[in-house]
């Protein structure tokens, strides 16, 4: 019988990767070409998964060598690491997969989803972004984290230098996506579409970014291949046949209000900056005109908060009063597209039961297929949840930039790009005409603030964000806010559009790093229990 490994297993246990590279050999008819292949590929593994666990639990055990099976207690009971000793494991073998990879997959019929260099150099990059990082960096609240007698486990002095050595892993990503033929995605339309106006053009080109398909899609480094299978969670119902089928559509993925007031205004800065926004009253009642028929319905009554947002804005969220572009619906134009009713129970997308609710108001539509049919029957086109797509790689590269030597034309640059397909000015045009704080985009601190912002609203909804928070070490400031919606019972639009708060979030220092679970640190009492636990 195969003896218990400690925790954390970094490949799951009984997994022939931990066994393959030992016995790669022994395959006859296996080409040396593939043999290296497949190394590479279960290197780049037990790399991710080791990163993985880093973000999760921070130090942890490392298992170089596979222990044989009649290992020892002392063997199999392993002491954490250090997580810079365990962030250079994970670059060693990056590094040693990466040459052995394809730079992209020339048969997608047969091998879309293998690893490439490509992504190898993505990750790589985020690795080291993440181990330059505030939580991981210089982190004072894990002072005493550590062996007695020991340095600590997380490090204790900020080192600069680890911003260079992260600058230099996105610029080899970033180039190796450019050389690759890697480009924005923007939406073409298949000849069945009527001709879309500019305005529903840009929210397709913002939208679709994670909808098309993988192998058509320029801008995916590297997808999920399970396919997202709950895209009617996160779909309002915009028809009769939907409230006949509750359970076909659910739509109960509900996006905080904190999050819909996070996207910018149309002049590309946050609503509280902008000068010509109207703050205060964003909760007020307004009716829509013709000049926003392309986002909402003419004639509605909605927030006002919802009037001169910026593309993304309408592109990832579903509200009350949106305009809905998909759904079957197409044949209908684009002047007389479905809507959004979302106040009362009486309403489409209002609540009709405990279940089926959503409870903010907000419906995250970019995960939506705009081509997915929910009704009597459902049709759900396919698609996959980016893990790296260049848009958050150019962000990535921003903000090392940034941090390494402060503004300059790059960081701008590429920052401006993805700005620039979200329909937005460059940075220093928005702030500098714009906002109220026009040298926020001239200062360091200024432009990391930016940064962030930009790459929490251009990834939203796609798995990135919490990874982002806690590696700049800013979650409990983001989560110290109630979580709101509007009150979704109230069919006034007087009364709906009134911020009602579900729950209070409650994230202490504790919570950025998972708890090890009892029963391992009694099989191991060589491992610790991270702090505050």
Partial sequence: MERRRPWPAVIPRHSSLQYLPENIDKPRDLGISERKRWI????????????????????????RV????????????TKREATDSVFQYVKQLLDEATPDLPMTIQDPAQSLGRITQLIALSVKAEVLVTQASPFFNGNPDYAGFGYKGEAPLMPQTYVAAKWDTAVLACKAAVDAAEAAGLKLYNFIAPGNLPALPAELKKMMDLRHTIGEKWEQNPEIIWGLNPVFGLQGMCMPRVNDKMVQNLGGAPGNFAVPLVMAELFYTKNGVPMNEDRSFDYRGRYAVETVTAADKYYMHEGYQTAKMHFGREPRFYADLSFDG??????GMLDQGVDNLPYVTARGATSMAGPKDKIRVNVTGYWPQKLVNYQSVFGEQVTTIGLRIPMIRLAGLYLLYAEALNEAGGPTADVYKYVDLVRERAGLKGVLESWTTYSSNPGK??????????IQTERRIELAFEGRAGWDLRRWKVMQQVLASPIQGWDIYQADPQAYYRPRTLTIPVFGLKDYLWPIKYDEL???PNLIQNPYW
């Fill in 441 to 450: 985009a001239s200062s360091k601190d200024g432009l990391r603030q930016i």
């Fill in 66 to 77: 596979n222990l044989p099976i009649t290992a020892g207690t002392s063997e199999v009971r």
């Fill in 322 to 327: 949106a305009n809905y572009f998909g759904n």
């Fill in 522 to 524: 009694v099989v191991n």
């Fill in 40 to 63: 590479a590929e279960v290197k780049f593994l037990k790399a991710y998964y080791h990163f993985h666990l880093l973000r999760m639990y921070g130090p942890i055990p490392v298992v």
